[in-house]
Nanobody, 125 residues
């Protein structure tokens, strides 16, 4: 089993920045990498970004490309999501997820095995 704990959400004005963290514990060797998803009220959970535990490649949804940066610290088993130039439409509960996936081909929630509890991000206009 893999446990994921997110932190770093909050309230920010449009144009501001936030950094989310997701700490993984347990059998992380069962996973290839981690991703961030988000879910706004009344909407489906959507893919945001993903990164593998090895290599330098990352993958982003078009809606956040150029504004968000996903990174990792393998020593801490932690993945980060730096969110810049935030917009009101970025408001959602943000979840981290882990699994055995192929970067760029895993943008559906069902393709991930482990999930965090979520952290709220609210962007005011």
């Amino acid at each position: 089993q893999v446990q994921l704990v997110e932190s770093g959400g909050g309230l920010v004005q449009a144009g501001g920045s936030l950094r989310l963290s997701c700490a993984a514990s347990g059998r992380t060797s069962n996973t290839f990498g981690m991703a961030w998803f988000r879910q706004a009220p009344g909407k489906e959970r959507e893919f945001v970004a993903a990164i593998m535990w090895t290599g330098t490649n990352t993958y982003y949804a078009d809606s956040v490309k150029g504004r968000f940066i996903i990174s990792r610290d393998n020593a801490k088993n932690t993945v980060y999501l730096q969110m810049n130039s935030l917009k009101p439409e970025d408001t959602a509960v943000y979840y981290c997820a882990a699994g055995r996936f192929i970067l760029g081909r895993a943008t559906l929630p069902r393709q991930y095995d482990y999930w965090g509890q979520g952290t709220q991000v609210t962007v005011s206009s």
